[in-house]
Nanobody, 128 residues
Framework: DVQLVESGGGSVQAGNSLRLSCTAL????????MTWFRQVPGQEREGVAA????????YYSDSAKGRFTISRDKATNTVYLQMTSLKPEDTAVYSC?????????????????????WGQGTQVTVSS
């Protein structure tokens, strides 16, 4: 099993930055894909950024590209989402997810299928 522990959410003004952390605990944690999703109440969940177990493959949604950076510390099994130039539309609950995915297309990875483990979510609020 893998347990995901998230931290780093908060409230910031537009244009500022936040860094989210997600630590994966468990014997298989180093081999799984880890992805950040976000969801606003009443809207569909959106895959924001993903990183492979070996940190050799990353994917970003169009909304995240150029502003967000996902990285992985293999020593601590922690995945970071550095978010810069935040906008009010980035306001959401951000959750990390982990899974040993078999389909590595961007649409599948960011689509949310195949993830077995989910974190509890952390709120990010960006004010204008």
């Amino acid at each position: 099993d893998v347990q995901l522990v998230e931290s780093g959410g908060g409230s910031v003004q537009a244009g500022n930055s936040l860094r989210l952390s997600c630590t994966a605990l468990g014997s298989t944690a180093t081999r799984v894909c880890m992805t950040w999703f976000r969801q606003v109440p009443g809207q569909e969940r959106e895959g924001v950024a993903a990183i492979s177990g070996g940190a050799t493959i990353t994917y970003y949604s169009d909304s995240a590209k150029g502003r967000f950076t996902i990285s992985r510390d293999k020593a601590t099994n922690t995945v970071y989402l550095q978010m810069t130039s935040l906008k009010p539309e980035d306001t959401a609950v951000y959750s990390c997810a982990a899974g040993d995915l078999t389909n590595w297309s961007q649409s599948s990875v960011l689509g949310g299928d195949g993830y077995v483990y989910w974190g509890q979510g952390t709120q990010v609020t960006v004010s204008s």
